[in-house]
């Protein structure tokens, strides 16, 4: 059974900071993979989408890498800003025919100070 | 077509009514999937409809919930003799049958009181 682990669980940086967020997963047969931002009570906002074959995505300040051999991708924020502040999750899909059938991490809670 | 749209946004309900919630997906994604997620944890996936068939439930799906998808476009969620325990964010996806990539509403905050 695939499980999604996201390290660390919370993260207070300062503002200008560089910083990676870690997401493993169990089993390597995972097909795709998507990193999402939630603000407090809201719904989930895409940041990027690694396809089956696709290693890593890049979106303005952000940049999504796959390793499926070592069961982990990351996501890296360059220069962080206090709007990065927000959980930030991260989903596993386990095949192409149920795309939005995903395995969901934890998630790491940001805070970026000013 | 500004995404997918859940409604109510929020919902308090005594324990024991029933509560149904509606989702609205993007009008040409044909995959709709329902989410549940308590404070703290991530999304948990309850079920899935490709068009007005369900696929696939969740073992999550007790025999309180029942999900429908007339027609293939939007959903409902339909709890039964509410307990404490449902109380959580729901959250609707969508997807295009030809995409991978799921798309979320901004959730049904349900409180059992």
């Known amino acids: 059974k695939q499980e999604v682990t996201q390290i660390p669980a919370a993260l207070s940086v300062p503002e200008g900071e560089n910083l990676v967020l870690n997401c493993s997963f169990t089993?390597?047969?995972?097909?795709?993979l998507q990193w999402f931002r939630q603000d407090p009570g809201k719904g989930l906002t895409s940041l990027l989408l690694?396809?089956?074959?696709?290693r890593e995505q890049t979106s303005g300040r952000l940049n999504a890498s796959l390793d499926k051999s070592s069961g982990r991708s990351t996501l890296y924020i360059a220069a962080s800003q206090p709007g990065d502040s927000a959980t930030y999750l991260c989903?596993?899909?386990?095949?192409?025919?149920?795309?939005?059938?995903?395995?969901f991490g934890q998630g790491t809670e940001l805070s970026v100070k000013p | 077509d500004t995404g997918v749209s859940q409604n109510p946004r929020h919902k308090i309900t005594k324990r024991g009514q029933n509560v149904t919630f509606r989702c609205d997906p993007i009008?040409?994604?044909?995959?709709l999937y329902w989410y549940r997620q308590t404070l703290g944890q991530g999304p948990e996936f309850l079920t899935y409809?490709?068009?007005?068939?369900?696929?696939?439930k969740s073992r999550l799906l007790s025999d309180r919930f029942s999900a429908e998808r007339p027609k293939g476009s939007f959903s409902t969620l339909e709890i039964q003799r509410t307990e404490q325990g449902d109380s959580a964010m729901y959250l609707c996806?969508?997807?295009?049958?030809?995409?991978?990539?799921?798309?979320f509403g901004q959730g049904t905050r349900l409180t059992v009181v």
């Open positions: 996806a969508s997807s295009h049958r030809d995409e991978v990539e799921a798309f």
């Open positions: 089993d390597s047969a995972i097909y795709n």
């Open positions: 690694i396809q089956s074959s696709q």
């Open positions: 989903a596993g899909g386990e095949s192409y025919n149920q795309g939005g059938k995903l395995i």
């Open positions: 009008s040409e994604h044909n995959r």
């Open positions: 409809f490709q068009n007005e068939a369900q696929l696939e």
